[in-house]
């Protein structure tokens, strides 16, 4: 025990540090407790404690202070950027498992083969895909009835707004292969016909607007209606000369560029109604009706029923002129059909 002394003030009794030096070579430290004493100035009579801390120094030569240093707080996170983590139930680092995962895949021999054996599926399932729509859409063909200029685009409205004054109908060919129709007037083209649908479409919205009518319900149904309508005629004509069995060079995409050439004549009628009324819209409507039945004419006549079916069976021959006419009679109907709502 450390001895203890009574304090001069009588307040409480203190340890001595003589004490300790009983026990040479001990560098412990010894505390100095203070007991509570009353303060003599506070009015309340409160005890005070005071503490101090006296270091001994080393060995025999004196004392020296040496100050102890704060232990480092606890870190918040646990670093796993090392992998997995050292504690138990740890988890693993993100993306070690799934390289695992990989590396393992590319060393098993059957799971290489298995993707071999699903390139080899997929590459020949495009080539599958490519074959078929080159049957169906050649990509060669489609380039040629775009293949136009602005003098061709001209000429070729010209044309289907006022064909009676035009003499050769027969499409030109050079070496066995027709000619595009930048060079060559009379060969059907799909630019026009797509441009003139679009337009078409636009007109329609603009027409419905102006009879406040527009809504994007109707105007979608107009779009699909004529669209509708030309795909319905084409697969007739398909059907009609197959039944006639003409031999000619008329592809789907001939009779889609002859049947889309409608549209011209039904984006002048719209116009003119909209301008001059239904009175104007009338006369339109006869124009470009007539117009369109005699290039339809004159062209699949030519074109269907060209040089091949000059001397055949006369029923033959007179089934195909059928055909033609009922192609063209057809048109006025279906112009008047569509447009004939938009012009109040």
Same mark, same amino acid.
């Given at each position: ?91 693993? =680092?993100?993306?070690?498992? !799934? ?5 393992? &895949? +590319? #060393?098993?021999?059957? /799971?290489? %083969? ?111 209606? =004529?669209?509708?309508?030309? !795909? ?5 004509? &398909? +059907? #009609?000369?197959?039944? /006639?069995? %003409? ?98």
């Amino acid at each position: 025990m450390t001895p203890l002394g009574r304090d001069r003030r009588g307040g409480g009794r203190v340890a001595r540090p003589g004490g300790l030096g009983r026990y040479p070579g001990c560098g412990a430290a010894a505390l100095l407790v203070f007991a509570p004493t009353r303060r003599r100035s506070g009015p309340s009579g409160r005890a005070s404690v005071a503490a101090m801390a006296y270091h001994s120094g080393y060995g025999a030569h004196g004392s020296k202070h040496r100050a102890r240093a704060a232990p480092d707080p606890p870190p918040l996170f646990e670093d796993t950027s090392g992998g997995y983590s050292s504690q138990p139930g740890g988890y693993p =680092a993100p993306g070690a498992d !799934v390289a695992f995962s990989v590396n393992h &895949l +590319l #060393g098993d021999p059957m /799971a290489n %083969v298995a993707m071999a054996y699903g390139s080899s599926i997929a590459s020949h399932g495009k080539d599958m895909v490519h074959k078929e729509l080159h049957r169906f859409v050649s990509v060669n063909k489609l380039k040629y009835f775009f293949a136009v200029d602005s003098a061709y685009v001209a000429k070729k409205l010209g044309l289907l707004v006022f064909p009676y004054t035009h003499q050769n109908w027969e499409v030109q060919y050079s070496r066995d292969v027709p000619l595009p129709p930048r060079q060559d007037l009379n060969a059907p083209d799909l630019y026009i016909p797509t441009m003139a649908f679009i337009t078409y479409v636009l007109l329609a919205g603009m027409a419905l607007g102006i009879q406040k009518r527009f809504s994007p319900e109707v105007l979608g149904l107009c779009a699909s209606t =004529a669209l509708v309508w030309v !795909v319905m005629e084409v697969l007739a004509l &398909l +059907l #009609g000369l197959y039944l /006639a069995t %003409v031999r000619s060079d008329l592809s789907t995409f001939h009779l889609l560029a002859y049947s889309g050439y409608k549209y011209v004549g039904m984006i002048l009628s719209v116009l003119t109604g909209l301008l001059f009324g239904s009175d104007g819209y009338y006369v339109a409507l006869a124009w470009t009706s007539s117009a369109l039945m005699y290039f339809i004419v004159r062209s699949l006549r030519t074109a269907a029923l060209g040089p091949d079916s000059v001397g055949g069976p006369v029923p033959r021959q007179r089934l195909q002129l059928y055909l033609t006419l009922g192609a063209a009679a057809f048109q006025p109907l279906i112009i008047y059909w569509l447009t004939f709502h938009l012009v109040r």
